[in-house]
Structures are given as structure tokens and as C-alpha cells.
């Protein structure tokens, strides 16, 4: 696969997978499909950053539109000067990928913010996991005991699997994205050196 097939195949792979992260964090600004819990600032501050939608969303569209433009480029000069602009917005892309996984991760660590009751009745936060009492305390991660969820959180309702299930699309959808823009930087770096023609195969004739 020549350097420009290799660029347009990423960008476009980009693309959908920058959809489906706008749309999971647009998800969790609004827990039970209502706006009432963002204007009252009870949704975390991982899903108010909106890493989802600026980061791994407009930032790698505008990155993969310029993937896909750039294979076109044509003559010496023109390409690699493409591949030079491409090798930016590459690691422009990587890093707003890398910067919308790790705020995933950190927000599905923390858990959601809900109403849940307290020594002092029902308040709300990030609740205290009532986990099994079997495991150290330093293990008592609530994902792994999802029985637990619906009698910790109030409201909103199914917070907890709503958290759980976007925060890891977005991480899976991001990670894919910053694996394709490290293979790009590659392939950029590659056309900027060998030009259009790397990796073509040239048959002579007899």
C-alpha cells in the first residue's frame, strides 16, 4: 500500500470513529436523556470537559480531512510538502486522542456523580462504593461489582451503566484513534522521505 492510500484509508477510519465520540459525550452531559442534571451541575467534570466532542471529535475530523486531501497532492515538492503539514496535524490529532482517553479513564475511575444516601441522608456526589467487604480496600473498584450500582445511586436513574458504558466507548473509540495517528506519523514520515511511490510495487517489462 503506497504512502497516499495509506493516509486516505486513515482519515476516513477517523471519521466515523470521531462521530461516535461527539456523540458519547454529548450522552453524558445529559444522564437519563435530561438537561436538568447539567444545569444544575450534577454530571461529572470528566463528561463537562466534552473531551469527546473538541478533542477526539472536531480536532480529529479537521486532522482526517486534511489526511484525505493531502494523498491527492501531486509532484515532488507538493507531496512532501503535504507529508511536512500532515506529520502536524497528525500529532495535533494524537495528542487530543491521547488527552480525551485519559479523561475517560480518570472519569470512569472516579465513577458518576449522583444522589446517593449519606450518614447525613440523601446528598449528592460521587458516592462511597459499599463493596464487598472480602476485598482490600485498595482493590474495591466499583465497575467490578455492578450489583451494587442501582442501590448506591438514587438518581438520575442507571447512571452508573450510562457512565460506565460511554466513558468506555469513548476510551475504546479514542485509542483507536491515537493507534492510527502514530501509524500515520509513520507514513508521513516515510512520504516526506521517499515520496508518493514508497511502497508500490514497479513491474518492468520483459
Avoid at 459525550?25 to 444545569?39: E, W
Wanted: glycine share 8%.
Amino acid at each position: 500500500m503506497c504512502v497516499s492510500q495509506c493516509s486516505r484509508c486513515v482519515g476516513f477510519t477517523l471519521v466515523p470513529l470521531a462521530i461516535i465520540c461527539m456523540l458519547a459525550n454529548a450522552l453524558l452531559l445529559f444522564p437519563d436523556l435530561q438537561t436538568k442534571y447539567l444545569l444544575e451541575g450534577h454530571v461529572t467534570s470528566e463528561a463537562r470537559w466534552s473531551t469527546g466532542i473538541w478533542a477526539s471529535g472536531v480536532l480529529v475530523l479537521v486532522a482526517a480531512r486534511v489526511f484525505v486531501s493531502s494523498a491527492s497532492k501531486k509532484g515532488f515538492c507538493g507531496f512532501r510538502t503535504a507529508m511536512v503539514c500532515q506529520v502536524g496535524y497528525t500529532c495535533v490529532a494524537l495528542a487530543a486522542a491521547g488527552f480525551c482517553f485519559l479523561t475517560s479513564g480518570k472519569g470512569l475511575y472516579k465513577g458518576p456523580q449522583c444522589l446517593y444516601n449519606s450518614t447525613q441522608g440523601p446528598v449528592w456526589g460521587t458516592p462511597h462504593w459499599q463493596m464487598s467487604s472480602s476485598a482490600p480496600r485498595s482493590e474495591r473498584l466499583y465497575i467490578y461489582e455492578p450489583e451494587h450500582w442501582a442501590s448506591t445511586c438514587i438518581e438520575p436513574r442507571r447512571v452508573v451503566l450510562w457512565n460506565v458504558s460511554l466513558f468506555t466507548i469513548l476510551m475504546v473509540a479514542s485509542g483507536i484513534q491515537a493507534v492510527l495517528c502514530a501509524v500515520n506519523i509513520i507514513n508521513s514520515l516515510l512520504g516526506v522521505l521517499c515520496g508518493p511511490s514508497f511502497g508500490i510495487n514497479k513491474v518492468t517489462p520483459a
